[in-house]
């Protein structure tokens, strides 16, 4: 009987540590959650880059993904200029 009230409180023990853990991990995610909700996206890999201790090796790859962003909106915009100047009246290649 004795054996059975200790199984059932280290039981309990057990479930009210595993109830803690789960508490300190919603916790941790929620205030990181707080902490890069208005990042942009480079500022989120730099830290993200912080926190895992990578932030000097991580910048040469955050600087070079910044630089073939810049360069897609580059050429987006000068896509989107160039379908604008097709479309417009008196465009010979609209006309055939």
Known sequence: MLSAITAKQIEGRRA???AAAAREVFLKKLKDQVATTRLSREELLRYRAEQLGAGSAAEIYIQKLKKAEEGTVRF???TAAAGKNLRTPGCFACEK
Request: proline residues 0%.
């Open 16 to 18: 009210e540590e595993s």
């Open 76 to 78: 987006t915009i000068k």
